[in-house]
């Protein structure tokens, strides 16, 4: 029915459209074989036929979206809706029962079974003679077996396969072997179109489930956790490469045992530096999986000089994991201390800066995003951007953990007059005492309490 009103809809619209016009077209005919009067003709027609695409675009957008609401926001549909906007916020099968309870018993009427098909085992079911029966049981399980193929079907009133949803009595979705069955006797009031967005959902709800269970399984044992910090860390640099005229400093404090974040720093030669400092999405293991692949990554490239290539592999490495989601801003920067000048490629990071001192004190020109994510949207043409330095500057690296901590307030530290001032203050003095200066002022503007996010930096004080 959805479907079926947006093509009426928008063929509506393109008929009206056409013969408006076509209408208006026939009175602005030249009447007169004048070159000037065909071309103020043909400007008029043209004019007329922007104001007609315009008028019809915005009555069909309405239309549209008056459609929306009365098909699937009203009515028997608007039930399955809900239910659907509740599945987005479930994390577990109990969080799913509870959705099942409000929308789909209480609500709709419904009786329901998911039945894991691997183990055979019922999950869940409604507390009625429906699903509790043995017959119900028993056909379900002779028509609907472990090998059944994923997606949404209807079934009759004796439980076999209709691809009429007038005659359905209910529905089924099939996702990595979990059953869900819906019994309704009013299934055919449900819109069709409806069924695809809470398959989809379904499929995320199960794909999500299974990844929170893993991590619990290894949160579970404390050794292994903290094996694979030990991991984690090993691929994080050991020591501060001592450099000519270029002097570093790290801090690398991850939320949980395991971290997203990550850093590096490469020479190249004894004049050119590649620093590198990124963030993936999310946390825990799969976050700590792909920091890893990063940082390997980078470390196996030839080219290093190559900001493009190596960007374009990381992209690659992480589509290639098909891992759901995942992604890295990231920084990379080749400081190059003998021409004086850094040549960088800023993957949507919160905008690193240099810290240049002059006559009236330190200023900041920031090293600006001029890439989009790497590993989930495409990645497009990429330009290597450069910057000069100079002897004193100070480069600032750090993930989004750094300037967006709050205060009681909720107001973000890199918002603040004081995280400019202690920035500002912190250029003359040494790395190292730079960042224990940002590192005391998280901690105070915390108010010492727990942190929401992994907090990682870096930073390069040239020429000396």
């Known amino acids: 029915m959805y479907k079926t009103r947006r ?9 009206v459209a056409i013969a408006l016009f076509a209408v208006f077209s026939l009175f602005l005919l030249p009447q007169k074989e004048n070159e000037e009067y065909l071309i103020y003709s043909a400007l008029i027609v043209f004019a007329l036929f ?19 609401h009365d098909t699937l926001e009203t009515g028997e549909t608007l039930i399955i809706k809900d239910f659907i906007d509740r599945l987005r916020f479930c994390y577990s099968l109990e969080d799913f029962y509870g959705a099942i309870g409000e929308y789909l018993e209480k609500k ?13 085992y019922v999950l869940y079911n409604s507390p009625d003679r429906l ?25 009759d009133k004796d439980l076999g396969i209709t691809s009429k949803l007038s005659k359905s009595r209910g529905f089924f979705l099939c996702s990595e072997k979990m059953h869900f069955y ?48 030990e991991t984690q860390q090993s691929f994080l640099p050991q020591k501060i490469p001592n450099i000519n005229k270029l002097k570093i400093a790290t801090y690398f404090r991850p939320l949980v045992n395991v971290s997203g974040d990550y850093f590096s720093i490469l020479p190249i030669d004894p004049s050119r530096t590649l620093l590198m400092l990124g963030d993936v999405s999310g946390k825990g293991l799969p976050a700590a999986l792909i920091m890893g692949l990063v940082m390997n990554t980078v470390k196996i490239i030839e080219d290093k000089e190559d900001l493009v290539g190596v960007i374009h592999a ?71 951007q450069e910057k000069r330095l100079f002897r004193g500057d100070t480069i600032l690296i750090a993930t989004d953990g750094v300037s967006e901590v709050m205060d009681d307030s909720g107001v973000e530290l890199g918002d603040t007059d004081i995280y400019k001032k202690t920035l500002v203050a ?27 996010d992994d907090v990682t930096m870096m930073i390069a004080k040239v020429g000396y």
């Open 182 to 229: 819906v019994f309704c006797n009013y299934t055919r009031l449900f819109d069709e179109s409806i069924y695809k967005q809470l398959f989809e959902e379904y499929k995320r709800f199960m794909t999500r489930t299974k990844t929170i269970s893993k991590l619990s399984e290894i949160a579970a044992t404390t050794k292994e956790w903290q094996q694979l910090a």
């Open 131 to 155: 699903t509790t029966s043995e017959t119900t049981r028993d056909k379900i399980n002779q028509y609907f077996n472990e090998n059944w193929q994923d997606g949404y079907f209807f079934f």
């Open 50 to 68: 922007v104001a007609v695409v315009f008028v019809c675009t915005r009555v069909k957008k309405h239309l549209m979206e008056k459609v929306h």
């Open 7 to 15: 093509r009426v809809v928008s063929l509506a619209i393109y008929f």
């Open 314 to 384: 990381v992209d690659k490495a992480i589509k290639g994991m098909h891992l759901q989601d995942k992604y890295t801003v990231l920084f990379l920067g080749i400081i190059d201390t003998e021409k004086m000048k850094i040549r960088y490629i800023n993957a949507s990071m919160s905008d690193p800066i240099i810290l240049s001192p002059s006559p009236d004190g330190y200023r900041m020109k920031p090293l600006t995003s001029n890439a989009s994510l790497v590993g989930i949207l495409e990645m497009g043409d990429i330009t290597v």
């Open 108 to 120: 709709g009427d419904c009786s329901v079974l998911l039945i894991d098909r691997i183990k055979n």
């Open 426 to 452: 912190g250029a003359a003095k040494s790395p190292q005492e730079f960042v224990d200066d940002i590192v005391d002022l998280i901690w105070k503007y915390n108010g010492d309490k727990k942190l929401h």
